[in-house]
């Protein structure tokens, strides 16, 4: 039997692959490489799907979170608070701008940053909280909304997972003061290379945002701080128009899987992820929780019946090297450091066949009987 693979782009890249090529040598054909009419085109088409005035699409989510940190004027001295159960560039961003990270622990249901501990960590120095939405579901958007207005903080989204997912009918990365996007190739809208996306309501930050990411120059050769370059290719531009074309129907397939997964599997020892009421997440991942210690178990299980899975993430970000020389212990986020341990992805892209969804869900439903 053949295996079933954890991701497999190829399948999509075949679908598109003569759209993609003729748009390629479009941006070839006018020398568009850096920024122009493709980034732009991009950053309109997106800006409309999201239902917001401003993108601005740069080279990849971590400069995303980054632009968004110094448009803010975050700095040394503040606190972002942000989960640990994410990507690591969630807390690279305030680091990057010398301020301190402050991890909240996750609800053990939604698997999403907890509310109540958000509000236990926030100080005088609190200038933000970064939610992420993770595995493409949504975190708890009206709790967070309402912390952030009370204490006279900033609300950012990392939505880097979560491309499309709704929360009470609006799109995730459209909460947020400034809101953050990621195309790498994996995503639920994937570049061929790298890419990101800031999007926002607030024309200012956009506009900084804009500016930072070529070398703060709002006119040639005309500088007015500190810059980068973080511009997004034409190249990537282009792509990402064709892509987008795409997303719906690649969520709503994404999400036929996992209701299947959800109806399917029958095991004591697996549980799913809760969703809040009144959102529609989009499946980046679809994880299982695995517990009784039996989550390596169920991987090799898995593997040797050909199945491929994925753990995200092994070590949550409060307990790798660079913040374990800030203090941070075992211990200190104990939901977190368990689902660390009892996380397992299965299969989930949207040209996964149903005879591959049930080859999966039998597996996992013969684990351990
Ligand atoms: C939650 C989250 N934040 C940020 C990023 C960073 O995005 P990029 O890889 O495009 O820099 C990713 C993905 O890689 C992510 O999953």
Do not use: C
């Not at 239902?51 to 001295?77: E, F």
């Not at 890419?195 to 930050?205: C, I, K, N, R, S």
Request: overall charge neutral; aromatic content about 10%.
């Amino acid at each position: 039997m053949s295996s079933i693979p954890f991701l497999d782009l190829s399948r999509q890249t075949a679908r598109l692959r003569s759209e993609i090529l003729s748009a390629l040598e479009r941006v070839i054909d006018d020398n568009a490489f850096s920024s122009g009419p493709y980034v732009e085109g991009f950053e309109k088409a997106f800006a409309e799907y999201l239902g917001v005035p401003h993108v601005v699409a740069v080279n990849s989510g971590t400069s995303a979170l980054h632009l968004i940190m110094r448009a803010l004027d975050i700095g040394p001295g503040d606190e972002v608070i942000i989960p640990s159960w994410t990507f690591i560039a969630t807390a690279w961003a305030p680091m990057y701008v010398g301020a301190r990270p402050v991890f909240a622990d996750v609800d053990p249901r939604t698997w999403q940053i907890a509310p109540e501990d958000v509000e236990r960590k926030i100080t005088r120095r609190t200038k933000a909280i970064i939610g992420v939405h993770i595995y493409g579901q949504t975190f708890d958007l009206d709790r967070l909304e309402q912390i952030a207005r009370d204490r006279g903080i900033y609300l950012v989204e990392d939505a880097a997972q979560s491309h499309g997912a709704l929360y009470r009918g609006r799109k995730t990365g459209t909460f947020g003061v400034v809101n953050a996007f990621s195309f790498y190739p994996t995503k639920n809208l994937g570049s061929m290379g790298e890419g990101g996306a800031v999007a926002t309501f607030d024309e200012e930050l956009a506009y900084r945002i804009r500016i930072l990411r070529n070398h703060a120059s709002p006119r040639r050769y005309e500088h007015v701080e500190l810059g980068y370059n973080m511009r997004m290719t034409g190249f990537q531009g282009a792509v990402l128009s064709v892509k987008l074309k795409y997303l719906d129907e690649w969520n709503a397939r994404r999400r036929e899987i996992a209701r299947m997964y959800r109806e399917g599997i029958r095991n004591p020892l697996v549980e799913f992820q809760k969703e809040y009421p009144d959102s529609a997440g989009v499946y980046h991942i679809f994880a299982v929780r695995v517990r009784d210690g039996m989550r390596d178990r169920l991987k090799d299980y898995l593997a040797e019946r050909g199945i491929g899975t994925g753990i995200y993430y092994p070590i949550p970000v409060h307990l790798q090297k660079p913040f374990r020389e800030m203090g941070w212990k075992a211990g200190d986020l104990p939901e977190t450091e368990r689902l660390s341990k009892e996380i397992l992805a299965l299969p989930m892209f949207p040209e996964l066949t149903d005879e591959e969804v049930n080859r999966v869900i039998d597996a996992v439903n013969g684990f351990g009987r």
